[in-house]
Antibody
Framework: EVQLVESGGGLVQPGGSLRLSCAAS????????MLWVRQSTGKGLEWVSAIGTAADTFYPDSVKGRFTISRENAKNSMYLQMNSLGAGDTAVYYC??????????WGQGTLVTVSS | EVVLTQSPATLSLSPGERATLSCRASQSVRSSLAWYQQKRGQAPRLLIYDASNRATGIPARFIGSGSGTDFTLTISSLEPEDFAVYYCQQRSDWPPTWTFGQGTKVEI
């Protein structure tokens, strides 16, 4: 059974940093693209980063230069380093598995709150 | 950047009725479109990919159709568990960019 478990969310002050982790199990982690998607309270879904099987990375303009996605295949884990956080980054962050152009499995999400 | 526009924002229906949800892309995405269901307090779940293919374990009452810029998700007969928010999603080729529609809430 595919499982994705996020951790690392919490309360951080504006301008601060946070590192999210995603522990994967139930599939060959190294063979899949992995992505992060976030959702602000009561709002829609926004893709925030992607990492391919060759560790190539992609970001939308909204987080480029502030967020860094990485993976550690030996530990079946993915990470999201988030710097220079602002109120607009407050959201539930989901770890997802990429299947072609889509997201076929999602974690339960971890809440990041940016507030003083 | 491809923009996905979903309509209506809210659909008020009763169990047993047919639901028809629309997703329009600002430019052609061929058949590269997915639909997700999100229930309150849960993560989204993939329902349909490549416009018309049901994901693993998805009931046959969920039907995706369309290509190019106009797509439809039909729920042929609503079950109580189908009341949720539905999102469409596409990926642009290069640079890779994933975008979602703003969602349609199907409510009782």
């Amino acid at each position: 059974e595919v499982q994705l478990v996020e951790s690392g969310g919490g309360l951080v002050q504006p301008g601060g940093s946070l590192r999210l982790s995603c522990a994967a199990s139930g599939f060959t982690f190294s063979s899949y693209d992995m992505l992060w998607v976030r959702q602000s309270t009561g709002k829609g879904l926004e893709w925030v980063s992607a990492i391919g099987t060759a560790a190539d990375t992609f970001y939308p303009d909204s987080v480029k230069g502030r967020f860094t996605i990485s993976r550690e295949n030996a530990k079946n884990s993915m990470y999201l380093q988030m710097n220079s956080l602002g109120a607009g980054d407050t959201a539930v962050y989901y770890c997802t598995r990429g299947r072609g152009n889509y997201f076929d499995y999602w974690g339960q999400g971890t809440l990041v709150t940016v507030s003083s | 950047e491809v923009v996905l526009t979903q309509s209506p924002a809210t659909l008020s229906l009763s169990p047993g009725e047919r639901a028809t949800l629309s997703c329009r892309a600002s430019q052609s995405v061929r058949s590269s479109l997915a639909w997700y269901q999100q229930k309150r307090g849960q993560a989204p779940r993939l329902l349909i990919y490549d416009a018309s293919n049901r994901a693993t374990g998805i009931p046959a009452r969920f039907i995706g159709s369309g290509s190019g810029t106009d797509f439809t998700l039909t729920i042929s007969s609503l079950e109580p568990e189908d009341f949720a928010v539905y999102y469409c999603q596409q990926r642009s080729d290069w640079p890779p960019t994933w975008t979602f529609g703003q969602g349609t809430k199907v409510e009782i």
